[in-house]
């Protein structure tokens, strides 16, 4: 191919831009141009988007494929829709690659691509794994590229051809180039959050209250609200860790949804499988509205969101100390 030829190339695939639990796909143009050497990201990128250059320069020279003196634009459509994190990296990486003629397959942008991008090549797991293949599905897309260390995770959502990856060099080799692939661990560690343990109790551990417990079951068949009032250390809160107990397990959707939530949070553990107990949230009555809601960047779940198909105990809600909002 001639180099006149070769600038002419647009490479393509494709990723999903999330915001909360609802994704887009974002499709992902690059090309070789004449020009000063560097790379433009265009189409609403973030801090962390915009920074994925500078990882990409470095993943393609350590693997022999160098771009210092290429001007390169990569272009997120559409261009309303803000592009967050560091899982667009894979998907750029592709698209530069296939520009360049390094990779061969005609239909990248066909396949949805998440994973950030490591300075040795390696493909590092993300949060947001499984709402974003859930959001491919949803878009007609049935294949996806997942870092190795969210397998387990993308595993739990059944109708979808996964291809799990360690680098990028394995990667290009899989799409018909030839590149020797580094010996070097695979990254499977994801991001955890903190996790406070929930306590959890039976209603076989409840002796007497009659009453209460008929209240329980009544709002658990009926998915009813349930208001308790009554003194100190009578029992309110013991009964109200109790209504986990008796809901009824979540269904294979249910189970997708809180787990996505957790996915979000950096929470999921694929190995464990799909949980279908109800989820259990219990905030401080001192709980900013922040806390409760969440903040405006996807990945900020709040404490309500936490509780979806679940149990929110307001503990101590009326004593004037509670955030309102």
């Known amino acids: 191919m001639s180099e006149e030829a070769k600038l002419n190339v647009i490479g393509r695939s494709s990723a999903v831009a999330l915001w909360g639990l609802a994704g887009k796909i974002v499709s992902i143009e690059a090309c070789v141009s004449a020009g000063l050497p560097g790379i433009d990201i265009v189409g609403l990128p973030d801090a962390s988007v915009s920074e994925s250059r500078k990882r990409l320069r470095a993943a393609l020279a350590y693997l022999g ?8 634009t990569i272009n997120l459509t559409p261009g309303s829709v803000p592009k967050i994190g560091t899982g667009f990296d894979l998907g750029i990486a592709v698209a530069v690659l296939k520009a360049q003629g390094v990779i061969s397959q005609t239909d990248t942008e066909e396949i949805i691509h998440c994973g950030e991008l490591g300075l040795d090549g390696r493909i590092r797991p993300v949060n947001g794994v499984l709402p974003s293949l859930h959001s491919g599905l949803q878009a007609g897309f049935e294949r996806f590229v ?5 397998r387990q995770e993308a ?3 059944g109708g979808a051809r996964v ?8 990667l290009i080799n899989i799409y018909g180039g030839q590149l020797n692939v580094p010996m070097l661990p695979p990254v499977v560690d ?6 406070e343990t929930t306590e959890h109790h039976d209603l076989a551990e409840v002796q007497g209250q009659a009453e209460a417990r008929f209240g329980l079951e009544v709002a658990a068949a009926g998915g009813h609200n349930l208001l308790m009032r009554g003194t100190p250390g009578a029992g309110k809160t013991l009964l109200a860790q109790c209504l986990q107990g008796i809901l009824p397990p979540l269904d294979a959707p249910q189970a997708v949804e809180v787990a996505a939530v ?6 999921l553990r694929g190995s464990e499988g799909l949980d279908h107990r109800p989820p259990f949230e219990a905030p401080h009555h001192r709980s900013t509205a922040s806390a409760l809601i969440g903040g405006r960047r996807p990945g900020s779940i709040g404490i309500l969101s936490r509780a979806h198909r679940g149990v929110l105990f307001m503990d101590e809600a009326s004593n004037g100390k509670c955030t309102s909002f």
Do not use: F, K, M, W
Not at 146 to 150: A, H, K, L, Q, S
Not at 163 to 170: D, F, G
Not at 262 to 267: I, N, Y
């Open 163 to 170: 291809r799990a990856v360690t680098s990028l060099a394995e």
């Open 146 to 150: 997942v870092p190795v260390g969210n």
């Open 262 to 267: 957790r996915s979000l949070r950096g929470e």
């Open 190 to 195: 994801a991001e955890t959050a903190n996790l």
């Open 155 to 157: 595993d739990l959502l």
């Open 65 to 72: 494929i160098p771009v210092a003196t290429q001007h390169l």
